[in-house]
């Protein structure tokens, strides 16, 4: 008895300290589940240029390409580029496909300059890239807050959605007066007051203009307030664009051509038959139900870049 007491005393520790092992992923993907049973999403090591549209020719048949590069450092760190049939749309392209749109969507445009990190480079924020307990960041639950690397095609559209992750489930409804009361003094000149307090309702986190693309992970307008942190990490796991960004991007490839399109893999590879020819698909699946396959490939990647410094022209000497 004694023996199996001392066992059991020494092997728990050791179960705690399992517990402890931070599982990072590196190489190829693989799935990962912690032992709280709580599933990591898998990433695959893809990167992206715009020689790919030669040396993979079946991206040409998706009209969208949306490059997200989530890396923190470098030149392109936290950066967003859009290409329709080949071709990097630029900010002046967005802000005339708002305008002419309507005064509804106009609006987005205000302090988008700032959001921009150079001709057709856009500002955004991807996950935090870290296990998160519940409470942290008003979390709900425990979560990865990782952006996952890989090809991906839209799963679902919906102008606004609510956040389950990090929205509380009494949140919203009205304000609502309360009533206490309480008795002070001594018997027998004892009384009761009372006092009226109004609660405020929970905010609820909403998302708007939002394209999921992996699970529960999206393409979104930055939350009110969350503007300014563009261009560095900060998110749950989606992508966080400006308005502009994501009022251009939901407008136009909600309604994106529907037709059979490569059936593309996480890994950035094209699936293929026995024969070796290219599938192609009409609908997509995925856990949000089945949707009309659009002409949009996304893609997100991890690529540090540094531009060479130029070298400044030495002045003549007279």
């Not at 931070?22 to 999403?41: C, K, N, Q, T, W």
């Not at 699936?271 to 139900?289: E, L, P, T």
Request: charge should be positive; include cysteine.
């Amino acid at each position: 008895m004694r023996f199996l007491l001392a066992f059991f005393i020494g092997f728990f520790p050791l179960l705690a300290d399992a517990q402890l092992v931070d599982l990072e992923i590196s190489g190829p993907a693989f799935d990962v589940m912690d032992l709280a049973g709580l599933r990591r999403p898998v990433e695959y090591p893809v990167t992206f240029s715009v020689n790919d549209f030669e040396t993979k020719p079946w991206m040409k048949e998706f009209e969208w390409v949306i490059v997200v590069n989530k890396a923190t450092t470098g030149d392109d760190r936290q950066s967003l580029r859009i290409y329709r049939n080949q071709v990097l749309v630029d900010a002046s392209t967005i802000e005339q496909d708002l305008y002419s749109e309507s005064a509804s969507l106009s609006w987005h445009l205000k302090d988008f300059p700032k959001r921009v990190w150079e001709h057709g480079v856009f500002k955004i924020s991807t996950g935090r890239e870290e296990f998160e307990a519940k409470g942290e960041h008003g979390a709900q639950r425990d979560n990865y807050t990782i952006t996952p690397s890989g090809y991906f095609v839209p799963q679902y559209f919906v102008r606004k959605h609510k956040s389950e992750a990090y929205s509380n489930q009494s949140c919203g409804g009205k304000a609502r007066t309360v009533t206490e009361e309480r008795v002070v003094g001594r018997w027998p000149n004892q009384r009761v007051v009372r006092t009226t307090r109004t609660i405020q309702p929970v905010k609820c986190v909403y998302m708007e203009d939002v394209i999921f693309f992996n699970g529960g992970i999206a393409l979104h307008k930055a939350i009110s307030g969350t503007e300014p942190v563009l261009g560095a990490k900060a998110s749950g796991g989606c992508v966080r664009m400006p308005g502009a960004v994501s009022a251009y991007l939901y407008k136009n490839l909600k309604d994106a051509k529907s037709v059979d399109l490569p059936l593309v893999k996480q890994d950035g590879t094209a699936a293929v038959d026995s024969a070796g020819n290219i599938i192609r698909v009409s609908r997509n699946k995925s856990v949000w139900g089945e949707l009309d396959a659009r002409s949009v490939l996304i893609i997100v990647h991890s690529t540090v870049t540094q531009r060479p410094v130029p070298i400044p022209t030495p002045r003549p000497e007279f």
